[in-house]
């Protein structure tokens, strides 16, 4: 049997943009996530936010552009990913799981090496750059001096004749969390509608986020759906593990049957634990998945051997 990925492009519908955010440490990657994830909760659900998954899917309004009113709501998928490392490494095995790039950057320091360091990692992957300038409320940020560092690294706004959007943020206060969401929807709808469509009725493939084995659950996975939708009892092949899927939980901790594409789930049902990028297939038969499993993990055991004895 193949895996493939292949669509059908007469099957495409509109997906959610995938978006991560990158920047030097302490410049706010970590009070943006919430920040735009609390904003997002009913005031009620707020105080019981337990993170369950590191990838979660918020919803925002955008002016629709014919009426110019507020109407169109859409989902954004937010990948809280462990690093600029994990983001290349994933890239560099063809799991491309983002489209949109954020590049935090703080106005009290400016530009750093990291910040640097993200955006080269961005371009590498090919993904769309919005460019959040972020602590705008502190005392003694700096606005214009950013924007110079970030215009020495070629990052030019429109009205400086680029096309990456800025926007001004305070993750403190909340201003300019709209303006970044509008901005990653503008994003998604000017420079990325060809790339995001998905085929939903297809089997579910995608990649594995994170991994990790528990004594109760087994193994749980949390993987990103990239295309066809993902359902409960599908057979599944991860790496070197296959397994059925048992159970499939949304980023609020609630149990779900199916997941469409751009979207993160927490599955449990896999045999062992796969690595933190690798693709995920949804197959027709155990058989199918167990001899693939089987033969890869024969692969990376004498990869492995290979290794030690060299
Ligand atoms: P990360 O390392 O990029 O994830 O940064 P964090 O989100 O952990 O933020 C680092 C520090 O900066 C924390 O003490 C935050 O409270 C603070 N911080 C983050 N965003 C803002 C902001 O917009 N304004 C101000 N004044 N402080 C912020």
């Not at 199918?288 to 890869?296: C, F, G, L, Q, S």
């Amino acid at each position: 049997e193949r895996l493939t990925r292949e669509v059908d492009s007469e099957k495409l519908r509109p997906r959610p943009p995938v978006v991560t955010i990158m920047g030097h440490v302490d410049h706010g990657k970590t009070s943006l996530l919430d920040k735009i994830r609390r904003s997002n909760v009913a005031a009620g659900e707020v105080g019981g936010i337990t993170q369950v998954i590191r990838a979660w899917s918020v919803t925002h309004k955008i002016e629709d552009p014919e009426t110019g009113e507020k109407v169109i709501e859409r989902p954004i998928t937010f990948l809280d990913t462990p690093g600029h490392e994990a983001f290349t490494k994933m890239r560099a095995r063809g799991a491309n799981v983002t489209d949109i790039a954020v590049i935090v950057v703080a106005a009290t320091d400016g530009v750093m090496p990291q910040t640097e360091e993200a955006v080269a990692h961005a371009r590498a992957a090919d993904v769309r750059i919005i460019v959040a300038i972020n602590k705008v409320d502190a005392p003694n940020a700096n606005v214009d001096r950013t924007r110079r560092q970030l215009y020495n690294l070629e990052l030019l706004p429109d009205d400086m004749g680029g096309d990456i959007q800025f926007v001004e943020t305070s993750a403190l206060t909340g201003q300019g969390i709209d303006d970044l969401l509008n901005a990653i929807l503008i994003e998604a709808e000017i420079n990325l509608a060809d790339d995001l469509q998905a085929d939903p009725d297809r089997p579910a493939f995608g990649t594995c986020l994170e991994a990790y084995m528990t004594s109760d659950e087994g193994v749980m996975a949390t993987v990103l759906v990239q295309q066809g939708t993902l359902k409960l009892g599908d057979i599944v092949l991860c790496g070197a593990n296959f397994g059925r899927v048992r159970s499939m939980q949304n980023d609020l901790g609630l149990s779900i049957e199916e997941a469409g594409p751009s979207t993160p789930v927490l599955i449990t049902g896999l045999g062992g634990v796969p690595n933190a990028d690798d693709p995920f297939y949804a197959v027709d038969e155990l058989t199918t998945a167990a001899k693939i499993a089987e033969a890869r993990e024969k692969k990376d055991r004498e990869a492995s051997l290979n290794r030690f004895t060299a």
